[in-house]
Protein backbone atom coordinates (compact mmCIF):
# COMPACT_ATOMS: atom_id res chain seq x y z
CA UNK A 1 0.00 0.00 0.00
CA UNK A 2 1.65 3.37 -0.58
CA UNK A 3 1.43 5.68 1.73
CA UNK A 4 1.72 9.81 0.73
CA UNK A 5 2.17 12.25 3.70
CA UNK A 6 1.75 16.03 2.94
CA UNK A 7 3.54 18.61 5.59
CA UNK A 8 4.03 22.42 4.94
CA UNK A 9 0.40 24.18 5.00
CA UNK A 10 -0.31 26.88 7.63
CA UNK A 11 -1.68 30.46 8.28
CA UNK A 12 -0.53 33.20 5.85
CA UNK A 13 -1.41 36.57 4.41
CA UNK A 14 -3.01 37.50 1.40
CA UNK A 15 -0.19 38.09 -1.00
CA UNK A 16 2.33 35.55 0.98
CA UNK A 17 3.63 32.42 0.20
CA UNK A 18 3.76 28.59 1.06
CA UNK A 19 5.50 25.98 0.13
CA UNK A 20 3.95 22.40 0.62
CA UNK A 21 5.83 18.71 0.54
CA UNK A 22 4.87 15.48 -0.12
CA UNK A 23 6.49 12.51 0.48
CA UNK A 24 5.79 9.12 -0.33
CA UNK A 25 6.53 5.05 0.51
CA UNK A 26 8.51 2.86 -1.58
CA UNK A 27 9.85 4.10 -4.52
CA UNK A 28 6.25 5.88 -5.58
CA UNK A 29 7.86 9.44 -6.41
CA UNK A 30 9.67 7.37 -9.57
CA UNK A 31 6.87 5.38 -10.08
CA UNK A 32 3.44 7.41 -10.34
CA UNK A 33 2.17 9.96 -12.01
CA UNK A 34 1.52 12.82 -9.47
CA UNK A 35 -1.06 15.38 -8.53
CA UNK A 36 -2.11 18.38 -5.87
CA UNK A 37 -5.77 18.61 -5.20
CA UNK A 38 -7.49 20.92 -2.83
CA UNK A 39 -10.90 20.74 -1.07
CA UNK A 40 -12.19 23.52 0.75
CA UNK A 41 -15.20 23.06 3.47
CA UNK A 42 -18.33 22.57 1.53
CA UNK A 43 -16.73 22.02 -1.57
CA UNK A 44 -15.91 19.27 -4.13
CA UNK A 45 -12.34 18.19 -4.42
CA UNK A 46 -10.68 20.32 -7.45
CA UNK A 47 -7.55 19.71 -9.60
CA UNK A 48 -4.41 22.07 -8.65
CA UNK A 49 -1.11 20.91 -10.74
CA UNK A 50 -0.08 17.57 -12.08
CA UNK A 51 3.73 16.55 -12.95
CA UNK A 52 4.90 13.52 -14.31
CA UNK A 53 8.54 13.77 -13.15
CA UNK A 54 10.19 11.24 -15.59
CA UNK A 55 8.36 12.48 -18.40
CA UNK A 56 8.87 16.37 -17.61
CA UNK A 57 5.37 17.06 -17.87
CA UNK A 58 3.44 19.31 -15.76
CA UNK A 59 -0.06 20.74 -15.80
CA UNK A 60 -1.98 23.27 -13.58
CA UNK A 61 -5.73 24.57 -12.94
CA UNK A 62 -6.09 27.92 -14.22
CA UNK A 63 -6.96 28.79 -10.58
CA UNK A 64 -2.97 28.80 -10.04
CA UNK A 65 -1.32 28.41 -13.30
CA UNK A 66 0.68 32.22 -12.82
CA UNK A 67 1.20 31.59 -9.58
CA UNK A 68 1.52 28.02 -7.96
CA UNK A 69 4.41 25.59 -9.32
CA UNK A 70 4.61 22.02 -8.62
CA UNK A 71 8.12 20.25 -8.74
CA UNK A 72 10.33 17.53 -7.63
CA UNK A 73 13.33 17.95 -5.81
CA UNK A 74 15.95 15.55 -6.77
CA UNK A 75 17.99 15.51 -4.07
CA UNK A 76 15.64 14.95 -1.51
CA UNK A 77 13.65 13.04 -3.61
CA UNK A 78 10.25 15.21 -2.49
CA UNK A 79 7.17 16.50 -4.31
CA UNK A 80 6.44 20.20 -4.08
CA UNK A 81 3.93 22.66 -4.49
CA UNK A 82 5.38 26.61 -4.14
CA UNK A 83 2.25 28.76 -3.54
CA UNK A 84 2.86 32.38 -4.57
CA UNK A 85 0.29 35.62 -4.50
CA UNK A 86 -1.68 33.33 -1.75
CA UNK A 87 -5.29 34.58 -2.07
CA UNK A 88 -8.25 34.17 0.33
CA UNK A 89 -9.54 31.53 -1.95
CA UNK A 90 -6.77 29.54 -1.92
CA UNK A 91 -7.84 28.63 2.06
CA UNK A 92 -8.29 24.59 1.52
CA UNK A 93 -7.14 21.39 2.60
CA UNK A 94 -4.49 20.24 -0.11
CA UNK A 95 -3.56 16.38 -0.54
CA UNK A 96 -1.41 15.31 -2.55
CA UNK A 97 -2.17 12.21 -5.13
CA UNK A 98 -0.62 9.35 -6.97
CA UNK A 99 -1.73 7.51 -9.90
CA UNK A 100 -1.65 3.62 -9.32
CA UNK A 101 -0.12 3.37 -13.44
CA UNK A 102 3.04 4.08 -13.98
CA UNK A 103 3.98 5.97 -17.39
CA UNK A 104 3.57 9.02 -19.55
CA UNK A 105 0.07 10.12 -18.52
CA UNK A 106 -0.59 13.25 -16.85
CA UNK A 107 -4.12 13.50 -15.25
CA UNK A 108 -6.12 16.00 -13.72
CA UNK A 109 -9.43 14.40 -12.65
CA UNK A 110 -9.99 12.49 -8.80
CA UNK A 111 -11.12 9.36 -10.27
CA UNK A 112 -7.49 9.20 -12.00
CA UNK A 113 -5.99 8.90 -8.94
CA UNK A 114 -5.84 6.00 -6.36
CA UNK A 115 -3.59 6.89 -3.31
CA UNK A 116 -3.73 9.88 -1.25
CA UNK A 117 -2.31 11.88 1.77
CA UNK A 118 -4.22 13.08 4.42
CA UNK A 119 -3.78 16.84 3.52
CA UNK A 120 -2.38 19.76 5.05
CA UNK A 121 -4.61 23.05 5.68
CA UNK A 122 -3.93 26.12 4.36
CA UNK A 123 -5.27 29.01 5.18
CA UNK A 124 -4.81 32.72 3.82
CA UNK A 125 -6.19 35.39 5.55
CA UNK A 126 -6.99 39.30 4.74
Known amino acids: QVQLVESGGGLVQAGGSLRLSCTAS????????MAWFRQAPGKEREFVAAINWSWGSTKYANSGMDRFTVYRDSTNDVLFLEMTSLKPEDTAVYYCAASAYAGSGIYSSVQDYHFWGQGTQVTVSS
Open 26 to 33: GRTLDTYP
